[in-house]
Nanobody, 123 residues
Framework: QVQLVESGGGSVQHGGSLRLSCALSGYTDRPYCMGWFHQVPGKEREEIAA???????GYADSVVGRFTISQNNAKNTLYLEMNNLKLEDTGMYYC?????????????????WGQGTQVTVSS
């Protein structure tokens, strides 16, 4: 299994930008689909972006055109570039990895989770 540690969260005004990072450790030769999830209190965790072993990315409708998911060439760091942030983007952001599908994201069923990082978007 892989350990995921997130960083980059914080407070930003609406319309601003933020970049989240997720560092992977304990990485094996097994490929992963990597993704980001968003959660607010009282609601289910929502998948917002995922990227596969070939760097093919997909996005939830709520973030398409605003967020960009990427990973470095070694695939030991995951990023989420967040632009034009909205108040509803406030919440916890979790990175996650799925080791069970050969590095692809269909289906995306994470079996490794980061601790989360808080993002607060203010007016």
């Amino acid at each position: 299994q892989v350990q995921l540690v997130e960083s980059g969260g914080g407070s930003v005004q609406h319309g601003g930008s933020l970049r989240l990072s997720c560092a992977l450790s304990g990485y094996t030769d097994r490929p992963y689909c990597m993704g980001w999830f968003h959660q607010v209190p009282g609601k289910e965790r929502e998948e917002i972006a995922a990227i596969d072993v070939d760097d093919t990315a997909g996005y939830a409708d709520s973030v398409v055109g605003r967020f960009t998911i990427s990973q470095n060439n070694a695939k030991n760091t995951l990023y989420l570039e967040m632009n034009n942030l909205k108040l509803e983007d406030t919440g916890m952001y979790y990175c996650a990895a799925d080791s069970r599908n050969g590095g692809y994201c269909h289906p995306f069923r994470p079996d490794n989770w980061g601790q989360g990082t808080q993002v607060t978007v203010s007016s």
